[in-house]
């Protein structure tokens, strides 16, 4: 048994009584609960109750692969479809685009009770030709038209004790869900990976465009990548990596790399190596350092609390310190180690500052980073912006081409950006992040 539960990336369910000779299927986890949620429950319910009935099927699973309640007793699944003890399943049976959705955004919370670790066995029946000790399906959609949520129609049934575990880790070596959606701009390694396994899926399914600046940042290629992705597996088509596209994205992945098994494909070089650290301490260098360095100078304008800090690229102490002061001022743990925690909320706090910000102060420090990489196919002011520090950079530095202040980033914008970045003996990925914007801005205001 697992020291901590953990979502399965496959299940195995067997086709009648646990004694009874019968088939056994393998399905995807989210499969099986999209199959299981289509047999036992409406799509034209309630989506309060509609979540607090799939949340029931996937902790009552959870308890069952967790506990081992089959395979400890010699059986060769986790779980079979006898509605008596189990849950319905229908081979191949037909599933709700509703109940779909919703199962992509659910399938790796679940409940368990406060001050245990095992998911909770939910036992849950249709409350009108069967009563049970938990919840009542019809009895959940009443509550859900008296105006519960979820949360309060499984408290009403399950006790007060119960709480949601959300984004479980996924087996099967499946990252889990860093809880952040990524899109156009977003950059850091979890971007990087993405890119590399949808070019790697792109091999079996065609329609996916190839990506070819792999690099941390979500560009246009990008955005094209995951649309296409999301297009082809039914998912709400709007370029953004939430966690039903991330873990649409890891279950294809693995799968295609499992059908190559046979012709001995492994990890490859370049799927291993990591540009992008998962946490940055003492020592640490590169973009996404960076990043955190710009954040934190741009918060001690406002936080005096804040020591001044220089965008190096290299964790110092000083950027230490500074990681200490922030997260005291947070609540967060103080270890001056930026992890995914730490560092998606000093990117919070930065995005808030920026839209708070009085137009003197932009006057005063400079046209703010908007908080995003910019990259070939942006549109829009922040581009036009840097494209006019360049051309007044370009007027006494002849490396710097002037290029046309349309707002549009194109390939002109593109080199020189690359010409800039030589200068600063940087990554000459051709996209303007945080080091780059800082730099732009205060060599064109340092400008007579």
């Known amino acids: 048994?697992?020291?901590?539960?953990e979502v399965p990336l496959y299940i195995t369910v067997h086709l009648g009584r646990p004694d009874q000779a019968a088939e056994n299927v393998t399905v995807s986890f989210t499969d099986y609960i999209k199959n299981v949620a289509s047999n036992e429950i409406y799509p034209g319910w309630p989506e309060e109750a509609i979540k607090a009935n799939i949340l029931a099927q996937v902790s009552f699973t959870l308890n069952r692969v967790y506990t081992e309640y089959y395979t400890s007793r010699g059986y060769n699944f986790d779980i079979t479809n006898n509605t008596s003890i189990d849950h319905s399943f229908s081979k191949d049976g037909e599933v709700y685009d509703t109940l779909s959705v919703i199962t992509d955004n659910l399938f790796n919370n679940y409940i368990r009770k406060q001050g245990r670790i095992e998911p909770f066995y939910a036992q849950f029946c249709d409350g009108r030709i069967?009563?049970?000790d938990g919840l009542s399906q019809w009895g959940s959609v009443e509550l859900a038209n008296q105006g519960m949520n979820y949360l309060e129609i499984l408290k009403y049934y399950y006790g007060d004790d119960i709480e949601i575990v959300e984004n479980a880790p996924v087996s099967d070596n499946i990252a889990s869900y860093p809880g952040v959606v990524f899109s156009l701009?977003?950059?850091g390694n979890d971007v990087l990976i993405l890119k590399r396994e949808l070019n790697r899926i792109s091999q079996n399914y065609p329609a996916i465009p190839k990506i070819t600046d792999l690099n941390g940042v979500f560009d246009r290629e990008t955005d094209e990548a995951v649309r296409a992705f999301q297009k082809i597996f039914n998912l709400t088509v709007d370029g953004a990596v939430g966690k039903a596209t991330w873990y649409k994205i890891k279950q294809i992945y693995a799968a295609v790399k499992r059908l190559s098994e046979l012709t001995g494909e492994g990890l490859t070089i370049s799927e291993v190596e990591r540009r992008y650290t998962e946490e940055m301490s003492l020592g640490s260098q590169g973009p996404d350092v960076e990043s955190v360095q710009y954040y934190l100078a741009f918060l001690g304008y406002f936080y005096p609390q804040l020591p001044p800090i220089a965008i190096t690229g290299f964790f110092n102490e000083e950027t230490r310190d500074a990681v200490f002061t922030f997260?005291?001022?947070y609540g967060l743990p103080v270890t001056g180690v930026v992890d995914?925690?730490?560092?998606?909320?000093?990117e919070r706090e930065y995005r808030n500052a920026v839209s708070d910000l009085p137009a003197n102060y932009r006057?005063?420090?400079g046209e703010p980073y908007p908080g995003r990489f910019l990259t070939v196919g942006d549109r829009g002011e922040s581009v036009r912006i840097i494209q006019e520090?360049?051309?007044?950079?370009?007027?006494?530095?002849?490396?710097?081409?002037?290029i046309a202040a349309d707002g549009i980033f194109g390939n002109e914008t593109r080199n020189a950006v690359i010409a800039f970045q030589r200068q600063l003996g940087i990554e000459e990925n051709g996209a303007i992040g945080p080091a780059e914007w800082a730099e732009i801005v205060l060599r064109a205001n340092n400008i007579i």
């Open 340 to 346: 995914a925690e730490t560092f998606y909320t000093i």
């Open 363 to 365: 006057s005063a420090i």
């Open 327 to 329: 997260q005291s001022v």
């Open 130 to 132: 069967t009563q049970c």
């Open 1 to 5: 048994m697992a020291v901590l539960p």
């Open 389 to 402: 520090y360049f051309n007044r950079i370009a007027v006494n530095d002849p490396a710097i081409p002037t």
């Open 185 to 187: 701009g977003s950059f």
